[in-house]
């Protein structure tokens, strides 16, 4: 019901900057947190930032100070800016979009419900 298309990612040197963007379309009017995660090869997706449908923001200790989560509901886009890039930032990098949706239930109660729906990925590489 949302579709996510990430964009920004790519080749840059150690402390230098990207900005990846992830655009959602669809079933938008839902949209409640976004966020961004990393996975690197042979390691775990890791959280690096999250951010409500308030603004309020986290992120992960080793991003922190670097990295800058922001989202446009207007463009329903949210951002990732990361600044001072090392090495081991390096990895491809996962949007997520989270959906609030009331339902009601066979029993006749209502429920609040979150989808979550993730990117394809964009890779990014920091060399020494």
């Known amino acids: 019901q949302v579709q996510l298309v990430e964009s920004g990612g790519g080749l840059v040197q150690a402390g230098g900057s990207l900005r990846l963007s992830c655009a959602a379309s669809g079933s938008v009017s839902s949209i409640t947190d976004m966020g961004w995660y990393r996975q690197a090869p042979g390691k775990q997706r890791e959280l690096v930032a999250t951010i409500t449908s308030g603004g309020s923001t986290n992120y992960a200790d080793s991003m922190k100070g670097r990295f800058t989560i922001s989202r446009d509901n207007a463009k329903n886009t949210v951002y990732l800016q990361m600044n001072s890039l090392k090495p081991e930032d390096s990895a491809v990098y996962y949007c997520?979009?989270?959906?609030?949706?009331?339902?009601?239930?066979?029993?006749?109660?209502?429920?609040?419900?979150?989808?979550?729906?993730w990117g394809q990925g964009t890779q990014v590489t920091v060399s020494s």
């Open positions: 997520k979009v989270d959906r609030s949706l009331r339902e009601r239930l066979p029993s006749g109660f209502w429920r609040t419900e979150t989808y979550h729906t």
